[in-house]
């Protein structure tokens, strides 16, 4: 990746643990300044940030309610002045189905909505803004496989706001490509971070490998190497793809 990285400026929501915490690694290793941001994890983000002295910085922000992501830009934006990278990574993953009562069923779907499409297209609304100002920038949203081939039942509103960042980030790169604006999807199926650990043990891991030719599950830091790749700048003509990260599951 060469020099892509060293002293560009990365915001990277949800970096507490999971895939976030690992994206921040990444990044900081091959020189990034990075902005880790969290939502009830703060020692966990700080424990993430402090391997890299102030090279990175951890800032909290509830992206559930309204003005959670307009309080985080700001405060990224004025750590050093310019951001060069977003990554659009947090998300909330709680089950419900069309069984639960009115107000469950109203409330998940409202929380879905705010965490994983309407606080991501409030930060890519003030980076877009932002890179027009200063000749470019990257946007990286993190979505799912969920959001191409559907989810099971308790998770259907989960899968629909990952099809709304999917359609949301094409629409970036097409809109703002004239301004330097590269925006890309990453696409990852099951991923071993300490959430599925739950579903790991419900479901059986020979069940869940079945759905993918790979025979195992991606690593946190299989995802952050894509997403260091995309931020480093070298994938310019590739902008408004999707990189799927799922051992050939489609294909299954
Ligand atoms: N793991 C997988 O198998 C998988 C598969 C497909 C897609 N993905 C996607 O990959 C991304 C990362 O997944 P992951 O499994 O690494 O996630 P994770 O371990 O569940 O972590 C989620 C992160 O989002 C943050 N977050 C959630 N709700 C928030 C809120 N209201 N305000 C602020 N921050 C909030 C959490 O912050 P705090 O803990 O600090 O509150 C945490 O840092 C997500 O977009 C997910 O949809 C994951």
Not at 17 to 24: C, D, E, L, M, Q
Request: with cysteine.
């Amino acid at each position: 990746m060469a020099d892509g990285l060293k002293d560009k400026v990365v915001l990277v929501t949800g970096a507490s643990r999971g895939i976030g915490a690992s994206t921040v690694r990444s990044l900081a290793r091959e020189g990034a300044r990075v902005i880790a941001h969290y939502g009830r994890g703060k020692a966990e983000a700080g424990a993430v940030v402090s391997e890299f002295g102030g090279n990175c910085v951890a800032i909290g922000a509830d992206l559930s309610s309204e003005g959670g992501a307009d309080s985080l830009w700001r405060q990224a934006e004025a750590w050093k002045g310019h951001v060069d990278v977003i990554v659009n990574n947090a998300a909330a993953v709680v089950p419900m189905t069309i069984d639960d009562d009115d107000a469950t069923w109203r409330r998940t779907w409202r929380d879905a909505v705010q965490i994983n499409l309407f606080s991501l297209a409030d930060l890519c609304r003030h980076a877009i803004h932002h890179f027009q100002k200063k000749g470019g920038g990257i946007v990286i949203n993190i979505a799912s496989r969920a959001a191409f081939r559907g989810d099971d039942a308790h998770l259907m509103h989960y899968a629909a706001t990952k099809g709304g960042v999917v359609a949301f980030t094409r629409s970036i790169a097409k809109s703002y490509a004239k301004d330097k604006v590269l925006a890309y999807v990453v696409a990852p199926g099951f991923v071993r971070v300490e959430r599925q650990e739950g579903v790991i043990k419900r479901r059986g891991l020979d069940t869940m490998l079945r759905d993918i030719p790979l025979g195992e599950m991606a690593k946190p830091e299989d995802v952050a190497t894509i997403i260091a790749f995309l931020a480093s700048g070298v994938a310019r003509h590739a902008t408004g793809a999707t990189i799927d990260i799922n051992g050939a599951s489609y294909f299954h």
